[in-house]
C-alpha cells in the first residue's frame, strides 16, 4: 500500500474513532449518532459461472456520504463523474471521497472497506448514500435504491434496521459489460495500472440491465443502519 493511502486509511480511522468517542463533531440541534455496518457476504459459491464453476464476488473499498439537498454521488440517468467512474471500474473510491469532500450540503464524507463499521452523525433531513465496486465486472457498483437511503421518517425519527433491500447493483455506463467473473477487462484480470481498459459505453447510470447472471443482492452485500443518542 502506497504511503499515501495509508494516510487516507489513517485518516479515516481517527475520524470513525472520534465519532464513536463523540469528539471533533460540534453538536447541532436534532443530531443524531448514528452507525452504519456494510458487509461483505460473499462465498466462493456466490457468482456462478458460464463453465459451471463458481467464484466469489468480491466488494471494493467504498465512499459512505451523508448530505442534505441534491445527490452529490449519483444520479440516476445521468453521466458519472470522473471519481464515480473511477470506483465503478478499479473499486478506487480516492477521486470519489476527495469530490464527496468539496460538494453542496455534505456534512461527512468517509472511505470504507470491504467489511467496516462506520459512525457518522446526522439531523433530519439527512441522507446516507454510498458506492462500492462489484468486483467481478466492468463498471458495476452497489448503491442505494434511487441514490439514497433516509435516516429519519417525515416526523424526525431515526430509521434503523437492515437496509439492503434498498440497495441496487448499478451499471456505470462507461464500459461495455463482459460476462461477470470473466471478462477480461474486469478488475481482478486487468492492469492495475489501468484502470480504463474495456470498450467504452458512453451511457448513463443505471441499475444493470443485461443478459449476465448476477447474485441476489443479499447473498454480497449487507447494509445495517442503527442510531445512538442524540447530541
Same mark, same amino acid.
Given at each position: 500500500?502506497?504511503?499515501?493511502? &495509508? ?11 472520534? %465519532? ?6 460540534? %453538536?447541532?440541534?436534532?443530531?443524531? %449518532? ?5 458487509? &461483505? ?11 459451471? /464453476? ?29 471519481? !464515480? ?6 473499486? &478506487? ?7 464527496? =469532500? $468539496? ?26 448514500? @454510498?458506492?462500492?465496486? @462489484? ?6 457498483? #452497489? $448503491? ?25 447493483? #448499478? ?6 459489460? &463482459? ?19 474495456? =470498450? !467504452? ?12 447472471? #448476477? ?14 443518542? /442524540?447530541?
Amino acid at each position: 500500500m502506497s504511503g499515501a493511502a &495509508q494516510s487516507i486509511r489513517w485518516e479515516i480511522s481517527a475520524f470513525a474513532l472520534a %465519532a464513536g468517542l463523540g469528539m471533533g463533531m460540534p %453538536a447541532v440541534a436534532g443530531e443524531m %449518532a448514528f452507525t452504519v455496518t456494510i458487509e &461483505q457476504l460473499t462465498t466462493e459459491e456466490t457468482l456462478k459461472l458460464p463453465d459451471g /464453476s463458481a467464484t466469489r464476488a468480491p466488494l471494493s473499498p467504498g465512499a459512505a456520504v451523508v448530505f442534505s439537498g441534491a445527490n452529490p454521488l449519483l444520479t440516476v440517468g445521468a453521466s458519472a463523474s470522473s471519481g !464515480l467512474q473511477r470506483q465503478a471500474e478499479a473499486g &478506487q473510491p480516492e477521486d470519489l471521497l476527495a469530490a464527496m =469532500e $468539496a460538494a453542496d450540503g455534505v456534512s461527512t464524507a468517509v472511505m470504507f472497506d470491504r467489511t467496516d463499521t462506520l459512525t457518522v452523525m446526522a439531523k433530519p433531513g439527512d441522507m446516507l448514500t @454510498f458506492a462500492t465496486m @462489484f468486483g467481478q465486472s466492468n463498471d458495476c457498483f #452497489y $448503491a442505494p435504491k434511487g441514490g439514497e437511503i433516509r435516516l429519519f421518517d417525515r416526523d424526525g425519527r431515526p430509521i434503523v434496521g437492515e437496509r439492503t433491500i434498498e440497495v441496487v447493483l #448499478y451499471d456505470a455506463g462507461t464500459e461495455v459489460n &463482459q460476462v461477470p467473473g470473466v471478462g477480461p477487462d474486469q478488475g481482478p484480470r486487468q492492469d492495475p495500472n489501468s484502470w480504463r481498459q474495456g =470498450e !467504452l459505453e458512453h451511457a448513463t447510470v443505471q441499475p444493470v440491465r443485461d443478459i449476465f447472471a #448476477y447474485p441476489p443482492v443479499g447473498e454480497v452485500i449487507r447494509v445495517t443502519v442503527s442510531a445512538g443518542k /442524540s447530541a
